[in-house]
T-cell receptor, first 116, second 114 residues
Framework: EAGVAQSPRYKIIEKRQSVAFWCNPI?????LYWYQQILGQGPKLLIQ????????DSQLPKDRFSAERLKGVDSTLKIQPAKLEDSAVYLC??????????????FGPGTRLTVL | AQSVSQHNHHVILSEAASLELGCNYS??????LFWYVQYPGQHLQLLLK??????LVKGIKGFEAEFIKSKFSFNLRKPSVQWSDTAEYFC????????????FGQGTTLQVKP
């Protein structure tokens, strides 16, 4: 079974530039998550999709971050404009469903973003 | 707000030593608990999980964790570590009934010396 795919793996940009990340979840997984992991910290949820609808985006900085999952499969996360504090690893995860107690999330390799 | 605390930020052990990594969470209701591991250069992988039943959970590679509800703890253990266990370990909690969001601890870096 193929895992969660993400691209690019690394990205270096200057502040105020824009950047986009792509995620392809495990086939058949209805729920997709984007997490931000700052160096020395655990991952923090940015946004969660159930199929193509947003379930939780309470911690997404909506003035600069946006995400979409138009067809309920792939997803993109965009930052515009980037700030120095956005330097982090952006992780995508997927799970079969949201509500099941036994639901388990599987993570992709992440995109390491450096903002100069 | 829910939170997860991992007491040890950086642990250094020699091979064959025993390991225990602490994890405490703050939530009074039913929880699902997880330990994830991130080996150098690799992505986060599920080590073990607790949903219900026997509070002693066995995971991959000889790891186990014990859920102690009265102490709000879910400590990770391994009787004898190997050099290949060098990695970062994350404890995470998901409260029952929520959207599925995982709350992670800050992680513990384990370095095993050969």
């Amino acid at each position: 079974e193929a895992g969660v795919a993400q691209s690019p793996r690394y990205k270096i940009i200057e502040k105020r530039q824009s950047v986009a990340f792509w995620c392809n979840p495990i086939s058949g997984h209805a729920t997709l998550y984007w997490y931000q992991q700052i160096l020395g910290q655990g991952p923090k949820l940015l946004i969660q999709f159930q199929n193509n609808g947003v379930v939780d985006d309470s911690q997404l900085p909506k003035d600069r971050f946006s995400a979409e999952r138009l067809k309920g499969v792939d997803s993109t996360l965009k930052i515009q404009p980037a700030k120095l504090e956005d330097s982090a690893v952006y992780l995508c995860a997927s799970s079969q469903t949201t509500g099941a107690r036994t639901d388990t999330q599987y993570f992709g390799p992440g995109t390491r973003l450096t903002v100069l | 707000a829910q939170s997860v605390s991992q007491h040890n930020h950086h642990v250094i052990l020699s091979e064959a030593a025993s390991l225990e990594l602490g994890c405490n969470y703050s939530y009074g209701g039913t929880v699902n608990l997880f330990w994830y591991v991130q080996y150098p250069g690799q992505h986060l992988q599920l080590l073990l999980k607790y949903f219900s039943g026997d509070p002693l959970v066995k995971g991959i590679k000889g790891f186990e964790a014990e859920f102690i509800k009265s102490k709000f703890s879910f400590n990770l253990r391994k009787p004898s570590v190997q050099w290949s266990d060098t990695a970062e370990y994350f404890c995470a909690v998901k409260s029952a009934g929520n959207t599925g969001k995982l709350i992670f601890g800050q992680g513990t870096t384990l370095q095993v010396k050969p």
